[in-house]
């Protein structure tokens, strides 16, 4: 395990965004270690509630002990796309104050090599947030078709380069399974004709393939409809994205609901007409100087805001 300290980002930003009743309920969708969601309990009532979700059974572990000490806190081993349908059997669907996602990969999950999702140090290639279930990244590359690896290379990594490193991992397949994190990576760099300055060549190409395995964009999309399910009129939404993918998808759903339905543009009709679902709160907000400072990983950290809109009961 790596000794290196786990740093929540954003930190006072993102809870004080969805602060809202001092006894309400909120959500946690990415516990991760808990620092958001222990800096909420700070802030809270009494009668207050968290729940906080996350696929990592070490974040449960982590989520467990501080259940333990605090009773306005609870766990769930979901993913954060799955809060809509476990919230409804708990008759909490509409009722939640606040939603706040912390996307990604983790620090703890990065530093620990034996978890496989960096190069930095040689480990099994694994790359799942939750280790109980679904394929590895070493077996997912054992079979995926040249094609399939190309389109995620592209897609989910922005690589340019996509069809080259394709070939050349089918190729190094073909004369032994890919299972190490260093094997990937120098397959990879030789296979790169194109390294950028301070940037390691197989970047783009271990965050595709987590993104893949770990089905992170098409889960990203099922929690912003869930979690405007589950918040009540006048509740918020926050989201944090380290990536332009993220980014993007947070940011145009935002818009879209914001704007409401489609109508065509020549139609009069009043803004109110349209039904807009949501409010954007500001603009996005990244770190300060101080924060990069202390934690050069917040650097690319975007938080992004949004009310729902509705009569509250």
């Known amino acids: 395990m790596s000794s290196y300290v ?3 980002v954003l930190l006072d930003e993102a809870v004080v965004s969805i602060l809202g009743a001092p006894a ?7 516990f991760g270690r808990g620092g958001h969601t222990r800096h909420l309990l700070a802030r809270l009532a009494p009668g207050a509630r968290v729940i906080g979700f996350d696929k990592d059974p070490e974040a449960i572990a982590a989520g467990q002990a501080l259940a333990a000490q605090d009773s ?4 769930v081993h979901e993913s954060f796309a799955d809060i809509l349908s476990v919230l409804k059997a708990e008759g909490l669907a509409g009722t939640i104050d606040g939603v706040l996602a912390d996307l990604g990969v983790s620090s703890p999950q990065l530093d620990d090599a034996g978890r496989g999702f960096s190069f930095q140090n040689d480990g099994p290639l ?3 947030m939750d280790t109980t279930r679904g394929q590895s990244a070493a077996e997912w590359l054992a079979d995926v078709a040249e094609d399939e690896l190309a389109r995620v290379l592209y897609e989910f990594g922005e690589e340019r380069h996509s069809r080259r490193i394709a070939r050349a991992l089918v190729k190094a397949r073909a004369d032994k399974p890919i299972t190490r994190t260093r094997e990937l990576a120098e397959i990879v760099a030789a296979a790169h004709p194109a390294w950028e300055k301070h940037k390691h060549p197989a970047t783009r190409a271990f965050q595709a393939i987590r993104i893949a395995i770990n089905s992170e964009l098409a889960d990203i999309e099922r929690f912003l409809r869930a979690a405007m399910a589950v918040l009540k009129p006048g509740g918020r939404l926050a989201v944090i994205s380290f990536h332009s993918l993220e980014d ?3 940011k145009q759903y935002f818009q879209k609901e914001a704007r409401g339905d489609d109508f065509p543009p020549d139609l009069p009709v009043t803004v109110d007409m349209l039904n807009p679902r949501l409010r954007l709160v500001g603009k996005a907000i990244g770190p300060s100087a101080a924060e990069v400072e202390a934690n050069p990983r917040s650097r690319s950290a975007r938080l992004r805001v949004a009310e729902k809109l509705g009569e509250a009961a």
């Open 6 to 8: 786990h740093q929540t």
């Open 24 to 30: 309400g309920i909120y959500v946690d969708a990415t």
């Open 248 to 250: 993007r998808m947070v």
């Open 126 to 128: 694994d790359m799942r």
């Open 72 to 75: 306005r806190f609870s766990i």
